[in-house]
């Protein structure tokens, strides 16, 4: 498995003579993150973020600035085309932007084309053909297991099976789109018949989105060995939950209007390339657990194939944000509780000739880290509803409530390497029409 | 509920200049079914069946035959723009072509935009957004139930919720694609641990698909009187299922894998519009069973929106193809097993504020009869495999084999109307790759 490989771009010592774009939480120079933005009132288009700003890339190829391959790929109002690009065209692209940015002498060529990104709208980075979400987090698998099966919380197939199921592409949003509180039906356990109205059970989940890159046709599959070809990338998504309806619907397909009314992702596409330094081994499976079977297996994927990226929640309510209190951190822990890769689910996706596509969604399932202070639902942390959390307000939450706003955050770390971040994945809570 | 009206375009004595039209057993002029197609080599546009020909109606329009709003919709190579236009547009489209067609002086300006239907290759009818399968199959429900759940076939939510899940949408494939066998995990009961390889239990899914017309802007939902207005028409639906797969995959999410490696449609269109004399009561409930509730009930609904339709499945061997034997019945049976209506479907996906757009297609999932000669999948017919089907060859069937042609068939019929077709759903299985 040949993983993006480290080059100049991921150099600590770069600097970007865009102001405030060294030492940026989120975007400096090493991170280079596409997406589809449009200043207000004006066209949609790709662009790039670097600090507080966002450069317009259909411009720069306009202006000749951009290798030939990746120019053509960037006319539209999506990154369809640039994903599917083959991983170098893409590398090249990334070598080019970060040249150019970190290149004093090109500033009066470019500056015309910086947006404040304050002053952007940010889109979908891509139309989503399909979106597929999985369940990857083995923390959060038992803990929600536990709920139902105390004494066996991982059913047997777990440890086998990238378990997965299809999401509602349509009602994908990106960060800043409000949240409108779903109705339906939902049965108390001592209820004899069920009632319909607003969740009164409203949750998030952690997770981080897995961008499809290049495709594979229908029937083909993708070997293990060849995943990391297929993804262009990571972002943040909030699989936004209605517990009551999940727990009365879910059976025996799934749970479908619990999940499929909203879904919020950060509209930044963290490259693969950009992710090359925090690259980390897959941690080893506990004494006793199955060998993954051959289709899912290789010895790279196991040494370098899981990702370094710590990743926190915070929730403000509206009293909160009135009074300019802080938000509140829920959780915060590692990325490092997949129990499969990126990669060993791209290809367990595809190992029965499902064609992926580019632009297809895969959410890896809420991340919850091993202990309390990680976990990534409320369901998790009030264990159900029964332990209620304290805001600084004196409000007590046991699930969302209206009007309060959830973020979701990551940043990729490693030792001797600039961090980079994922941008923002929040939402506020509006009330049940 | 204001379901489509009946007018001229359904008069059993309306005849078409169209040699062959009359009586023909899909696509007489009383049918009129979109769909997208392409003369080998031509360009890929929309069209209209009428008998064993294909009128070009983007030809149509560009020659300025039809009205002004369907005409701006038909420039494309997908019905999506079609089937968002208001019901009483599509209905003046249906209303001028079924004028054109059996008008006799209309002949010399028509005739040259008939291509043989023979000669063209079918596409998809639409860009499908999203996918979704329901259970609304009763028998079908409490069959497969029964297989794991002798005492209690169907689970507490079936008669409250039309349970429903997402499947995949770039995995659909017109009539005539070839399915390959898909490989993956199964798991023996009495196996400590999962193999891979091809399924050895592959089985179709005979059912019906609903095209979504107009869409609902996420966070609102379609009130189930205006449900019917939402529906653009109907296909034929095969959705195939590797049982071995789904067994062992399918908790707790619902299965993946075990079906989204193909799903097979017949091409054509049906037009709710076309439907309106073939619509017949809801069956009562049975008594005891649970009133829906009230943002699933309404009382048109209840007296009109079922639909008369009778279904069949064909199963061909590649020995009996080539023995020229005619293929063997595998069921036949009336579409009236549905315990919710297209209707009820509709309402309760987009009662959450889930967001349903133009082309999106819902399964209803397998519409087996109450009686044996009348189930819709080998599952039920072979009762796990275990009885095995003999074909005239002298070969049995437990479950789908390498070469096996399969095909649905649909006829809606009403007393004093002329029957109308959907055409073929078929398809060959090939061998694992």
């Known amino acids: 498995m040949t993983f993006p490989q480290m080059d100049e771009t991921h150099d600590p010592a770069r600097s970007s003579w865009v102001g405030g774009a060294d030492g940026h939480p989120d975007f400096p120079v090493q991170n280079l993150p596409y997406g589809i933005f449009a200043p207000f009132g004006g066209e949609v288009r790709a662009g790039v973020a670097i600090g507080d700003w966002i450069w317009d890339l259909k411009g720069a190829a306009k202006a000749g600035l951009l290798p030939e391959k990746a120019a053509a790929a960037l006319g539209g109002s999506t990154l369809n085309a640039l994903m599917a690009l083959p991983a170098q065209d893409r590398a090249a692209l990334r070598r080019r932007l970060s040249d150019l940015l970190s290149d004093a002498t090109q500033r009066a060529v470019i500056e015309p084309l910086l947006h404040r990104a304050a002053d952007c709208e940010m889109h979908l980075p891509a139309a989503i053909g399909d979106y597929t979400d999985f369940y990857v987090g083995i923390h959060h698998a038992t803990?929600?297991?536990?709920?139902?099966?105390?004494?066996?919380?991982?059913?047997?197939?777990?440890?086998?099976?990238?378990?997965?199921?299809?999401?509602?592409?349509?009602?994908?949003?990106?960060?800043?789109?409000?949240?409108?509180?779903?109705?339906?039906?939902?049965?108390?356990?001592d209820a004899d018949a069920p009632t319909v109205g607003p969740s009164q059970r409203l949750d998030y989940e952690l997770e981080l989105g897995i961008w499809i890159g290049a495709g594979n046709a229908l029937g083909d599959t993708v070997p293990i060995g060849e995943a990391v070809d297929h993804i262009a990338g990571f972002c943040l998504l909030n699989d936004w939950s209605a517990r009551d309806f999940q727990a009365w619907e879910y059976v025996p397909l799934g749970p479908f209007l619990a999940k499929n009314f909203h879904s919020t992702i950060s509209p930044w596409v963290v490259t693969a390339e950009a992710m090359a330094p925090f690259r980390i081994a897959q941690p080893a499976r506990p004494e006793g657990d199955p060998q993954p079977l051959p289709y899912l297996w290789d010895e790279d994927d196991q040494a370098r194939g899981a990702l370094s990226v710590d990743l926190e929640v915070t929730l403000s309510s509206a009293a909160m944000r009135e009074r300019g209190l802080a938000p509140l951190r829920l959780s915060h822990g590692p990325a490092s509780s997949m129990y499969w890769t990126a990669q060993q689910i791209v290809t367990h996706h595809a190992s029965n000739g499902c064609n992926l596509n580019p632009g297809d969604l895969l959410g890896t399932g809420t991340l919850s880290a091993a202990t309390r202070d990680g976990y990534g639902s409320l369901m998790e942390l009030t264990e159900g509803g029964k332990v209620r959390i304290s805001l600084p307000t004196g409000e007590e939450r046991a699930f969302l409530e209206d009007g309060d706003e959830l973020a979701l955050k990551a940043v990729a770390k490693a030792d001797g390497y600039v961090s980079i971040g994922f941008g923002e994945c929040r939402a506020v809570i509006e009330p049940a029409r």
Chains 1, 2 share one sequence.
């Not at 378990?163 to 108390?188: D, E, F, L, N």
């Open 143 to 189: 803990n929600i297991g536990k709920l139902f099966r105390p004494d066996n919380p991982l059913l047997p197939n777990y440890k086998y099976v990238p378990i997965g199921y299809h999401g509602r592409a349509s009602s994908i949003r990106p960060s800043g789109v409000p949240v409108v509180r779903p109705s339906g039906q939902r049965k108390a356990p």
